[in-house]
């Protein structure tokens, strides 16, 4: 939990009698907490839906191609998002903006196992990757204006939240397949409680918006990434690579490659999931007393060398205290460079989180499909060194981050 923000002599002024923290003080402790929630809300959807991916199939009877193109479908969504994200946040302004693409989410949700064609499931699923994506930006420039606000670093916290909240889902998904409840009312109920947690949360929002530009800028709410923001977006671009290929293909790696039975090698992925969670809480301790570039360029380093340690021992003993390595060096990347572009000048700072993040969410949608077709023509073992080139790849154009 973060502590008051420190109070000037205008701020004492307003204290409310017997209360101890001014209005403005209460009013962002209130917006952290609905901002962590929201952040949790996106983890618990994003968890459910992966652990029913299984249901998707077999509901509309699809084999592994068609499967894809429902995932690159949401993928299309996502990415497409950069064209008008930083728009209609700064129209709306964060709070409604993540309201509105948060109950589209919940309702893609609930409704993802109802659709009488796999044909309407792909329109569907572009809707659903847009919102997703636009729902996100809303709350990490929630979360930036938090900061600034607050004056003390916030980011890492929300994404452990996120993290937290996707374990959570997976593990809620896993225990009512374990009782038998059927998949669509798993994903209906799910939906419907999460879109009763996101309307609550949303009202105490701070409800972010664009700051105003400088005197003689323009303020640009949609902006093509270039020099510096296309820098952190392929920055970021690599980190997510790195993470979606850990989070699809590390049970695998265990279980195919290292001899280890199934239910081990899960304990991989819980390893991995539950370290990058703990660090994130931990990663804003770390940003208020080392440079976000040197932590950057260790966190990219770890990841490189533990991998590449994982990989050469071939030993799983090894391979589960690297797991829990990774997981720590990936966790802090992705909120820093958020952080750093919303900082770039020019830019609303929902138009500069939805450009790096553009290019950032198609390392999920490249990194795990290359890793099947380098496993498919050599082996997986070879196909993993992908992490250790994106994470170096990161450490090296970490120097360049202000």
């Known amino acids: 939990m973060t502590t008051p923000d420190p109070m000037t002599p205008a701020l004492q002024a307003t204290l409310e009698p017997g209360s101890g923290i001014t209005p403005q003080q209460q009013r962002l402790r209130a917006a952290r907490w609905a901002t962590r929630t929201l952040f949790a809300v996106l983890g618990v959807l994003s968890g459910v839906w992966g652990a029913h991916i299984p249901s998707i199939k077999d509901r509309y009877g699809i084999d592994e191609a068609v499967l894809s193109a429902v995932l690159f479908s949401a993928a299309v969504g996502a990415v497409s998002s950069v064209f008008f994200a930083g728009r209609f946040i700064g129209h709306l302004g964060a709070r409604r903006a993540s309201l509105i693409t948060g109950l589209v989410l919940c309702s893609a949700l609930g409704s993802a196992l109802l659709w009488p064609s796999v044909w309407v499931l792909m329109l569907a699923s572009v809707a659903f990757g847009m919102s997703m994506s636009v729902f996100d930006v809303s709350i990490n420039s929630e979360g930036t204006a938090l900061e600034r606000d607050g004056g003390q670093p916030i980011m890492g916290n929300l994404h452990g939240c996120f993290s937290l909240g996707a374990m959570g889902g997976a593990a809620m998904a896993a225990a009512m397949l374990r009782a ?27 409800d972010a918006r664009p700051a105003p530009p400088a005197p003689g800028e323009e303020q640009r709410h949609f902006v093509w990434p270039q020099g510096l923001l296309l820098l952190i977006g392929l920055l970021i671009f690599a980190g997510m690579t790195a993470e979606g290929v850990m989070y699809d293909w590390c049970v695998l790696y265990l279980k195919q490659e290292l001899g280890m039975p199934q239910d081990r090698a899960a304990a991989g992925y819980a390893v991995f999931a539950g370290a990058m969670a703990a660090a994130r809480f931990g990663g804003d301790f770390l940003r208020a007393r080392v440079s976000e570039k040197l932590l950057l360029r260790s966190s990219a380093t770890l990841t490189a060398v533990s991998m590449a340690v994982v990989l050469a021992s071939a030993s799983p003993t090894v391979a589960m205290i690297g797991y829990a390595l990774i997981g720590a060096g990936l966790a802090p990347i992705v909120p820093i460079l958020f952080n750093a572009a919303s900082r770039v000048p020019g830019s609303s700072s929902a138009a500069a989180i939805a450009a790096v993040s553009s290019i950032g969410y198609s390392g999920f949608l490249i990194g795990p499909p290359l890793i099947g077709v380098i496993a498919h023509n050599w082996s997986l073992t070879a196909a993993m060194v992908v992490v250790v080139i994106a994470a170096g790849a990161l450490a090296i154009g970490a120097r360049r981050v202000d």
């Open 180 to 206: 038998e409840v059927p998949a669509a009312a798993q994903l209906g109920g799910v939906a419907l409680l999460l879109a009763v947690a996101l309307a609550i949360a949303n009202r105490s929002m701070l």
